[in-house]
């Protein structure tokens, strides 16, 4: 599913990714996978509409500081209301750019968006299929580091679903759990099963200071 649709050419222009893509070759950049339910903007299930769309407080500035410290961001999201047609890609698009302008306020600009338009079990064929891009599968991640040269040592996820943390597991990078969205839920879950995340934070901007470390660590 790995494709130039899953870019909003927001950050890497068409002439630009050509560059980009040259010295990402060259330097390897730690990422930042994000979750967009929950963790980046409001949860509202099966959001279909740019207008109900919300990026929680703090979050671009937060975003802000951590793009300027050197991460790449990436949104890496299950979006099945797509296989259930509850919504359509063009529709995602604009939701997409509706995060882009909150973003933008702060100077915050994702990298690339990806989403799984799938599902397992429900819809209509070619999205009704098991796919291997639907968190807790990290194919999401793999398609980031297709397209950019990600330093996974460096790396980090953040999400507020356990399917998110199994994704960032998957490829070995630190989970950070925020407790916005089903966050806490899922710590919940977590305790029962005597898990926990590299890091739980109420809210994704009280990850910064954490993150900065991790950039330091020599890669
Ligand atoms: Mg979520
Ligand atoms: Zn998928």
């Known amino acids: 599913m790995a494709g130039i649709f899953y870019f909003f050419p927001s950050r890497h222009s068409s002439n630009e990714k050509a560059v980009n893509r040259y010295t990402f070759s060259v330097k390897k950049s730690p990422a930042l996978f994000l979750d967009r339910d929950g963790t980046l903007i409001e949860e509202v299930p099966y959001l279909s509409s740019p207008s109900k769309t919300r990026v929680l407080s703090g979050v671009p500035e937060a975003l802000a500081i951590l793009q300027k410290a050197g991460f790449l961001l990436f949104v890496v999201s299950n979006q099945s209301g797509i296989a259930r047609g509850l ?22 600009c994702i990298d690339a968006y990806y989403h799984c338009p799938h599902h397992p079990a429900v819809g209509i064929p070619p999205q009704r299929r098991r796919c291997n891009c639907r968190k807790p599968q990290p194919g999401l991640l793999d398609q980031a580091a297709s397209d950019f040269n990600v330093d996974w040592t460096r790396s980090a996820g953040i999400g507020d679903d356990l399917r998110d943390l199994q994704a960032f ?51």
């Open 87 to 108: 919504l359509d890609e063009g529709r995602l698009l604009q939701i997409q750019a509706e995060i882009d302008r909150q973003l933008g306020k702060a100077g915050a």
């Open 169 to 219: 597991a998957a490829r070995d990078i630190p989970a950070i759990l925020v407790g916005t969205g089903k966050g806490r839920r899922t710590r919940q879950k977590l305790a029962e099963s005597k898990m926990e995340p590299a890091l739980f934070v109420g809210h994704l901007p009280e990850s910064v200071p954490w993150l900065r470390r991790l950039l330091s660590k020599e890669s």
